[in-house]
């Protein structure tokens, strides 16, 4: 192990929320499900748990891996912009989401809706209809 470059590095941005999630292959599944996620890179370890992985959402990335007793499962809140918010929002559904806010306009300027995973995270999903900060 000298210093090497780390899998896919090339492909994140600056900021890459991480999830420790019990069954996080199921996590991983929905977010393929849910949001057109694919797998950039994925270790398991030997009795099949995700040890690591990183999974691509539109231009970003995901960090995840297995909950255990160092790294504890905490749900979050992410924001996530879509081409269209009402498609991804019934798409999340599908893939076992629950509603939290049906799409609506808002008036800063995007039509969001919100959804929450079955391990507590809140997924905001919007769409711009117009320039936010002009």
């Not at 960090?63 to 160092?70: F, I, L, M, T, Y």
Request: proline share 4%; hydrophobic share 40%; with cysteine.
């Amino acid at each position: 192990m000298g210093r090497e470059p780390i899998v896919a590095q090339d492909r994140l941005n600056t900021i890459t929320i991480s999830f420790a999630l019990p069954d996080a292959a199921r996590f991983i599944d929905f977010a393929k499900r849910a949001f057109n996620g694919r797998e950039i890179v994925r270790y398991d370890s030997a009795e099949g748990k995700v040890m690591h992985a990183k999974i691509g959402i539109g231009d970003s990335a995901l960090g995840v891996g297995e909950a255990n007793d160092r790294w504890h499962s905490k749900p979050t809140m992410i924001y996530v912009y879509v081409q269209d918010c009402d498609a991804v929002y019934r798409q999340a559904l599908r893939a076992g989401a629950k509603s939290i806010l049906e799409p609506k306009d808002q008036p800063y300027g995007d039509r969001q809706g919100g959804l929450e995973d079955e391990w507590g995270n809140q997924w905001f999903i919007a769409t711009p209809f117009r320039a936010n900060y002009t």
